[in-house]
């Protein structure tokens, strides 16, 4: 059973900084592509970035580049976002999700994961 848990979310002033992990367990980590997505009340999910299985790639949102960086570490399971300079925009629940992605062309495509986190609160005060 794929089991994915994010944490490090809470209440941050504009500005300021958060890192969120996701501990993946239940499959083979290391074979598949992680992302963070996130939604904002009232609006739809959407794509903040994505890492390809070997971490050689990475695709961002424009909203998020320059900004936010995204790691994962296969030897623990875990896959990390890094929010620098957070914006009351960036306000939302993020998940982390798991997928096969055929082609780095496809990171940013939510129909390629197939296991989604129950996600983590992220607030930005102004």
């Known amino acids: 059973q794929v089991q994915l848990v994010e944490s490090g979310g809470g209440l941050v002033q504009a500005g300021g900084s958060l890192r969120l992990s996701c501990a993946a367990s239940g499959r083979t980590f290391s074979r598949y592509a992680m992302g963070w997505f996130r939604q904002a009340p009232g609006k739809e999910r959407e794509f903040v970035v994505a890492i390809s299985w070997s971490g050689g790639s990475t695709y961002y949102a424009d909203s998020v580049k320059g900004r936010f960086t995204i790691s994962r570490d296969n030897a623990k399971n875990t896959l990390y976002l890094q929010m620098n300079k957070l914006k009351p925009e960036d306000t939302a629940v993020y998940y982390c999700?798991?997928?096969?992605?055929?082609?780095?062309?496809?990171?940013?495509?939510?129909?390629?994961?197939?296991?989604w986190g129950q996600g983590t609160q992220v607030t930005v005060s102004s």
């Open positions: 999700a798991t997928g096969f992605v055929p082609s780095t062309l496809g990171l940013g495509t939510a129909s390629h994961y197939d296991y």
